[in-house]
């Protein structure tokens, strides 16, 4: 099979390294891809949104499959834009238009969670329309609380407000100031839960579905969890309060009502959910649903995954998902990325880099580029997640505090305390 995938980051150089194990794989080609997923595929200078550049070129290079790494191109309607082209006969894994609002459109998924009886936090949403009403529902809410963007923002559209100035300040930035644009016209305010996050990873055709992973990431800049939210400095899995008793009740309050309220809505969705879960008291609760492969859980996700994952993929069309086996490796993986000084602020890019081969970790690149003379250069925020393997969390995060410890590049910025709360 030909793959093409979508997208520039590390979650995409760990799909196509992924894939590249796969013996059903003949090519990959990576659009537009990065300085490291050019050493396991071909790098196609097209963008994530050009759709009639993606077609020709599937047409051109007889490409079986479209993988979707990012969001915003599912919820742009990629999957329903191939759906209508008779000249290309190949498959796209992602969902419908419609299917990606579980990630486009915080009110969607949660007008969606009650619908299908799945435990989320309890929420108003507001707009400009009814804005007075949101300040009286905020003063009169319990702190702290959480205020969401509607739509797309980055990874930026949260704030969590422990103080009623800081909870009427964001609301009237986003909605009356227009902070995210088009993504905060709409606000969903939520009840604040408590406890630890984990992110569960399924592949689905909207009938059946197989868990292909989950993981924990650490959101913060600062150690200890301190400092500014950033896109994830690291992840660690397996989780190790993900028993099997936890996970029973994952599947069955949470994964397979969302897959059959999706069957039962007739909404086209063959592709991955990332279930974004908190563990209160020993209860999943979904905090939100991405239409996606998380960055940078996928970069642990993938060599945990003992199976196939092109197998997996083909399964999700062929009607045979559900009889799929899903094996993991018995080992922990964990990753640490390593960002651009200032990041998640203001950061400068086109810092030269220094990349030593490693063979006790994978290197996966994810704002980097190569210059004409071989130079790779730091190209965004987060640069670079170096994933390892242990017989303990603590043992891989010491393994890629290693590897990292050899990489070098101006301003280079990373944690060295991920999975801190398990040693």
Partial sequence: MNILIIGSGGREH?????????????????????????????????????????????????????????????????????????????????????????????????????????PTAAYKEFNKDNYQEGVEYIRNHALPIVLKADGLAAGKGVVIAFTLNEALDSFEEMIIHGQFGEASSKVVIEQFLSGIEVSVFVVT??????????????????????????????????????????????????????????????????????????????????????????????????PRLKSDLLEILNASFDGTLENIPVNYNADFFTTVVAVSGGYPGDYEKGKIMNIPASENSIIFHAGTKEENDGDILTNGGRVIAVTSEGKSIKEAVATSLETLSKISFEGITYRKDIGYEFE
């Fill in 14 to 118: 760990a799909l196509a390294w992924k894939i590249k194990q796969s013996s059903l794989c003949d090519q990959i080609f990576i659009a537009p891809g990065n300085a490291g997923t050019k050493e396991v595929g071909t790098n196609v200078q097209i963008g994530v949104n050009d759709f009639d550049g993606q077609k020709q070129f599937c047409i051109a290079n007889q490409i079986d499959l479209i993988i979707v790494g990012p969001e915003d191109p599912l919820v742009n309607g990629i999957y329903d834009f191939f759906a209508t082209q008779n000249e290309w006969k190949g498959k796209v894994f992602g969902p419908s238009k419609e299917g990606a609002q579980l990630e486009g459109s915080k009110a969607y998924s949660k007008i969606f969670m009650e619908k299908n009886n799945i």
């Fill in 205 to 302: 055709d909207g009938k059946s579905y197989k868990i292909i992973g989950h993981a924990k990431d650490y959101k913060r800049i600062g150690e200890g969890d301190t400092g500014l939210n950033t896109g994830g400095m690291g992840c660690v899995t397996p989780v190790p309060f993900m028993d099997a008793a936890f996970m029973e009740k994952v599947e069955t309050k949470i994964i397979q009502p969302t897959v059959n309220g999706l069957n039962s809505a007739n909404i086209n969705y063959t592709g991955f959910i990332f279930f974004g879960l908190i563990n209160v008291d020993g209860e999943p609760f979904v905090i939100e649903y991405n239409c996606r492969m998380g960055d940078p859980e996928t970069e642990v996700v993938m």
